[in-house]
């Protein structure tokens, strides 16, 4: 059985086979066979082995739901995320590690969200006061609560797992209802922040400066070689005719003259707006975030390995003028252009 598959035939969502590695051990640890449960739910347990290799989530749903009936443990989720590391995730969970901020970490969460699974996005809001990480589940995604309370658990402690136990959230929003009474304090040590349950979102709630604190193992260089990793892993995962691929390398070369709309991405794909929209949709994504992940990427590149003046830089990536491309980096990643060309 080869499970080594992502949406390229299908809209079934998918994700990284080793993010099912701690629910294995889990099991484990509690003396069930993970083996016959991965049969079971038509998964090759094998493939947690390798790197790439990606699950259809309808079929992962389907192992939690045997596990938690195998073991009568609703909280496997959370235990199951004590057995993961940062190399679970790919480069991902690697340039998270070396990230400034907290605010840097959930962006580039957001930024390759898909290259841990396509089957929810990560979207990130700013108050006056506060930060907010928001999952949002795709169109016709239906993970398991054990998937989502361990993804969510992860957001939660990333302050932790930065080495920063003190970067706590000032609360979780859960969608799923609350769990059993005698698992209702696991769930508040875990999460470490006060839970809502059965919310029409799933939220992690920061104090705005928590996010702005500069973190001890930050990295910047790791972390731009880790973020190009991370982004030709993307690019592996969709297939040749992908949508989002063609428009990503038109729009690229387009930008100088300022960002392109859908109605030009259109023209140059050969079909309609309404088309070409729906079927960036299909991908998980649209326009305005892939030219935002464009000139993210060529920002940092450019900052970095160049010495053209920000002006340049600024209308070579769209914008109208350098202030408008300082506020972009500002918003990317927590900095002046000239701090992060001094970093």
Known sequence: M???????????PTALASWMRGLARELELQ??????????????IAL?????ARYPVPQTTLLWQKAVQATGDETLGIKAIRHITPATFHAVGLSVMASETLEQAFGR???FADLVTDASAIELQTTESEFIVELKLREGAQPAHQSTDGFLCLLANAGKGLGEPGLVP??????????QTGNLEFFEKSFAAPLIFGCE?????????????????????????LDQASQAAIERLKPAHSASKAVRQWALSQLDKGAPSIEQAAAFMHMSSRNLQRKLAEEGTNLASIVDEIRQSEATRRLKQSQDSLTAIALDLGFSDASAFSRACKRWFGKSPSEIRGA
């Open 201 to 225: 979102t799933m939220r992690i709630v920061y104090a705005l400066a928590t996010v702005h604190t500069r973190l001890k193992g930050a990295n910047p260089l790791i972390a731009e070689h």
């Open 170 to 179: 000032l609360r979780v929003e859960l969608s799923r209802p609350a769990p």
């Open 2 to 12: 080869n499970n080594k598959a992502s949406n390229s035939n299908t809209n079934t």
């Open 109 to 111: 969460m957001r930024r």
């Open 48 to 52: 947690l082995e390798s790197p790439e």
């Open 31 to 44: 003396g069930c066979q993970p083996a016959p449960l991965f049969e079971q739910a038509g998964l090759d």
